[in-house]
């Protein structure tokens, strides 16, 4: 019972450069798995790619032993819901109309839409049109989507969520993630708050130019000496979190 | 939203209440033949039966079109696309033109066999119709991406200019053709609604309409999912590639039988799917049939007032009318939407 990640590979045609080189990984079932990495290091390629939307150019990912890759996309839709980092729509659907959406995957999902525009703290806006609110209150929008789709013992499938939300909204998604990593539900998301990883995350998988650098328990990964070396800035650890200790420049 | 979704049936009924309306009216209103002044009467049976003509056909081109509309900003996620300024139209009108001219220049009237049995059913006139704007919309798709992504205002671009080439070939065609069928092309290609409809292509275009808004009925929910960014679609189940091709048939063929029986006529598949926005919402099961009633409201109403008003200059294409109207709303959905910003309403 697991997501298991072997030998990926893959490529983008324009480029040529392998955005990711023989990664291999495992994700227990009922876990929360971050993926952290500098920009550009393969994050939100290894995202598509284990929840299928990409297909690898070599090597596989297999959910329960069944390849997702090679699913067809309703049965794919009804295993494993994915937040993009940037959301788009070209309808002119209301927040409630665009949460719904994820009632077509077929399959019971964790939350009614009600529930889930409750659980983000946007029933306020249920029947504003989505063009019209912030990014924040969008990336919101359409986490209520994937959890509408996202059904118990199913996959869910993240890029930066964190990354447009206020502090208070931060911590709500974490409380969110808990509580449908507490239902069965495997996660995966790329965050590069690394607080919020190492406070969050039950695994870290640590990509850099591609390749995999670490992989396993958040505290054994996030070692301050390595993130230095890979980020070019100090971190401390305060309160249980691995902090960044950004210069402070004077006059 | 209680409230909004109860009123969506409602609105549909006043949709269709109006279609009823404007097709009472295009029976209705007429002139006089002798001193041809308006008149609002039911016609007796002869001249009836030219205006049923007129009005079954405004009904089922203008349907057409408004659905073609539709599913082309669906398909392109694009609110400026409609089957005239995609180009669709002119290609459309130009495998029809091209047709016509190389069975007159074969003589099909006289010819039995294969030729005389395709034009009985409409094939003759129909197919050669949806070739050219099958064809045309796959010219356009590839010029108006840029490394597989749309770009909605470089597609208008790549239209407009595709439907420039495929008038000028056709006025060449036209030029080709002897001078007593020269007029009633040029008339033809400007848009006008037949009072004596070809019979077998009439029925063709029912056809067709019937398949391709049953189908598009049934795919809504689908179109729905489809509206978000394609990786979002695919992670909601949406088989993109099928849906893409059926959207991408469905809009050629409803767009070629309105010019197979109309000619190319311009912006109603354009102003028919955002006249049901505006009344039904963003939501695509309403909005299919929002679109076909809206279309065939415009195209109707368009021909009645085509037939109220007398500019002394005989009988004006329809085609004319609904470009003057339709142009402006284009210019003013181009003004209001994000398109500048490569983003959509």
Not at chain 2, 25 to 38: C, K, N
């Amino acid at each position: 019972m697991s997501l298991r990640c072997s030998e990926l590979t893959y490529a983008y045609a324009r480029h040529g450069d392998a955005a990711l080189a023989g990664i291999s990984a495992e994700v227990k079932a009922g876990t929360l798995c971050a993926v952290v990495g500098r920009n550009g290091s393969g994050k939100s390629t290894m995202l598509r790619l284990l929840c299928g939307i990409e297909r690898p150019a070599s090597g596989q990912v297999t959910w329960q032993g069944l390849e997702i890759g090679a699913m067809r996309e309703p049965q794919r839709a009804a295993i494993c819901a994915y937040v993009p980092q940037r959301p788009s729509l070209s309808a002119a659907f209301t927040v409630r109309e665009l949460v719904s959406l994820g009632q077509r995957a077929g399959a019971r999902g964790l939350h009614s839409v009600d529930s889930a525009l409750e659980a983000m703290g946007i029933s306020h806006l249920a029947h504003r049109p989505w063009h019209r609110t912030s990014e924040g209150e969008r990336v919101r929008s359409v986490v209520a989507r994937a959890l509408v789709q996202c059904s118990g013992r199913g996959l869910l499938v993240m890029d930066e969520p964190f990354a447009a939300l206020d502090p208070g909204e931060c911590a709500r998604l974490m409380g969110v993630l808990r509580d449908v990593r507490a239902r069965g539900v495997t996660v995966a998301c790329a965050i590069h708050h690394l607080g919020i990883a190492s406070l969050l995350a039950d695994q870290v998988i640590w990509l850099d130019r591609g390749r995999l650098i670490g992989c396993g328990a958040a505290a054994g990964v996030l070692d301050p000496a390595a993130l230095e070396r890979t980020f070019g800035v100090p971190f401390a650890e305060h309160a249980g979190q691995v902090l960044p200790i950004l210069p402070v420049e004077r006059s | 939203m209680a409230g909004e979704r109860t009123s969506v049936p409602a609105r549909t009924a006043l949709l269709l209440a109006l279609l009823g309306g404007a097709m009472w009216l295009r029976m209705a209103v007429g002139r006089d033949p002798s001193t041809g002044a308006l008149e609002w009467v039911w016609p007796d049976p002869a001249i009836g039966a030219l205006r049923a003509g007129a009005m079954w056909s405004a009904v089922v081109a203008g349907a057409s079109l408004g659905l073609s509309g539709l599913l082309l900003q669906v398909l392109l996620r694009n609110p400026l696309a409609s089957p005239f300024v995609l180009g669709l139209s002119s290609g459309a009108g130009l495998g029809a033109t091209l047709a016509a001219w190389s069975a007159g220049a074969a003589g099909v009237a006289g010819t039995g066999g294969w030729i005389a049995a395709l034009a009985a059913t409409g094939a003759i006139q129909v197919l050669p119709a949806m070739a050219g704007a099958l064809i045309t919309l796959g010219i356009v798709l590839v010029l108006g991406m840029r490394r597989g992504v749309i770009e909605p205002v470089s597609m208008v671009l790549a239209g407009t200019v595709v439907a420039a080439i495929c008038g000028a070939i056709t006025l060449l065609v036209q030029y080709a053709m002897p001078p007593a069928s020269r007029a009633d092309a040029a008339i033809w290609f400007m848009g006008r609604v037949p009072e004596l409809p070809d019979r077998a292509v009439l029925i063709a275009a029912i056809a067709v309409l019937a398949a391709a808004a049953l189908w598009s009925g049934i795919s809504a929910r689908t179109f729905d999912a489809a509206s978000v960014s394609d990786e979002e679609a695919r992670s909601l189940g949406v088989r993109l590639v099928t849906l893409r091709l059926g959207m991408y048939v469905a809009a050629g063929a409803t767009a070629a039988t309105s010019v197979a029986l109309c000619g190319p006529i311009a912006f109603v598949g354009f102003v028919a799917p955002h006249m049901a926005r505006l009344l039904l919402g963003a939501r695509h099961g309403p909005l299919v049939l929002g679109s076909v009633v809206a279309g065939a409201l415009v195209l109707v109403v368009a021909d009645v007032v085509r037939q109220a008003l007398d500019l002394g200059m005989g009988r004006m294409p329809v085609g004319v009318l609904t470009a003057l109207v339709g142009g402006p709303a284009f210019l003013l959905v181009l003004r209001s939407s994000r398109l500048a910003h490569g983003s959509v309403p």
